[in-house]
């Protein structure tokens, strides 16, 4: 059975496309993200979909502005919360341009 919470579908996507890459994040590393949307899926409500709906579901819900504009907020406010208090330290002349060491955790990606 396949389970999908499209609200962290939709925060991925955003985050991805609005704030990630862009100079807005604090270290752009594979940690500091998910401790972002970890951050911002706390704040936003789950709706779990199961797999053939889900895709569907998923493209409705994101064409709707007021869902894109709730999500950007609460990871806006995430980016920020984790930015000023990342769970590692970040060399400040290094800062976006290298992961820090305490970032390669060899996280391995995949679905
Ligand atoms: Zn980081």
């Given amino acids: 059975m396949s389970l999908y919470n499209v609200t962290e579908m939709l925060a991925r996507m955003v985050f991805d496309q609005a704030l990630a890459g862009h100079g807005k994040l604090a270290c752009e590393c594979p940690r500091c993200r998910d ?3 970890a951050y911002a899926l706390n704040r936003l409500p789950s709706r779990y979909v ?3 709906l889900g895709q ?3 493209k ?7 869902m894109q504009l709730d999500l950007l907020r609460e990871l806006t406010i995430a980016a920020l919360a984790v930015g000023a208090n990342p769970h590692h330290e970040i060399p400040r002349e290094t800062r976006t341009e290298a992961l820090p060491e305490a970032c390669r955790t060899g996280e ?3 679905s």
């Fill in 108 to 110: 391995a990606g995949g």
């Fill in 35 to 37: 401790d972002i949307l």
């Fill in 60 to 66: 409705a819900q994101y064409l709707d502005s007021q």
């Fill in 56 to 58: 569907a579901y998923v």
């Fill in 50 to 52: 199961t797999s053939d």
